[in-house]
């Protein structure tokens, strides 16, 4: 298996809901992110989490919560979200922080607050 | 802190070759890395560079001068399928903190029949 998954494809959330975007991974590799992309622009750095552990937040707003159950699952919980934030979410991950050997990428997560 | 330049994009014509700049600036840097999006899609890493030189992979070869904070992807053999963003990105480590990859702004390659 080489590949990350993320769910769901596509989202669309009133400001006020909750929601969780999920990501798996069964490659082994220890460390996972979490990137924001909106249309025409790079991928931004939000999460960096390695051994389960977050070692990097990009100064995100509280309103994202991101959560490693263990080394496969990295989940980012949404809560409060504002309209600029609609974008694409896209989880990645590496087979140890720091290893730019590729960074291999999920199709991300679409989402739409209203 | 830390900057990548590349241009905003680049048309060229299938069969043709096509070489696609980046400049950075950072501290810590560890390596240059090329990402390939397609519209819609994911970004798919293409190669990396740590060491002065060219890394070849099929139609794509990757450059890297770390002295002059430079590299290019040179795309031969231009595929209508090659459509696409291309991203530098740069691996920083920071002290304490871990390793940050960061994106260039994105070079969008149009191949024209």
């Known amino acids: 298996d080489t590949e990350v998954t993320q769910t769901p494809k596509h989202l669309v959330m009133g400001m006020t809901n909750k929601k969780s975007l999920k990501c798996e991974q069964h490659?082994?590799?220890?460390?996972m992110y979490w990137y924001k992309q909106k249309a025409k622009k790079p991928p931004e750095l939000m999460f960096v989490?390695?051994?389960?552990?977050?070692?990097i937040n990009e100064s995100v707003p509280s309103r994202f919560s991101p959560e490693c159950p263990n080394s496969s699952l990295l989940n980012l919980h949404l809560h409060a979200l504002q309209p600029e934030d609609s974008a694409l979410y896209l989880c990645?991950?590496?087979?140890?922080?720091?290893?730019?050997?590729?960074?291999?990428f999920g199709s991300g997560t679409r989402l739409t607050v209203v | 802190g830390q900057s990548l330049e590349q241009p905003s994009e680049v048309t060229a014509v299938e069969g043709a070759i096509v070489q696609i700049n980046c400049t950075y600036q950072?501290?810590?840097?560890?390596?240059l890395s090329w990402y390939q999006q397609h519209d819609g899609g994911a970004p798919t890493f293409l190669s990396y560079?740590?060491?002065?030189g060219l890394e070849e992979t099929g139609r794509f070869s990757s450059f890297l001068s770390r002295s002059d904070s430079y590299g290019y992807l040179l795309l031969q053999e231009l595929q209508m399928k090659d459509s696409a963003s291309y991203f530098c990105?740069?691996?920083?480590?920071?002290?304490?903190?871990?390793?940050?990859?960061?994106f260039g702004q994105g070079t969008e390659l149009s191949v024209k029949p």
């Open positions: 989490y390695s051994y389960e552990k977050l070692s």
């Open positions: 990645a991950s590496s087979q140890e922080e720091g290893n730019n050997y590729g960074y291999t």
């Open positions: 490659m082994g590799h220890r460390a």
């Open positions: 990105a740069v691996l920083y480590m920071i002290y304490n903190q871990g390793g940050k990859l960061i």
């Open positions: 950072t501290s810590g840097f560890y390596g």
């Open positions: 560079n740590a060491l002065d």
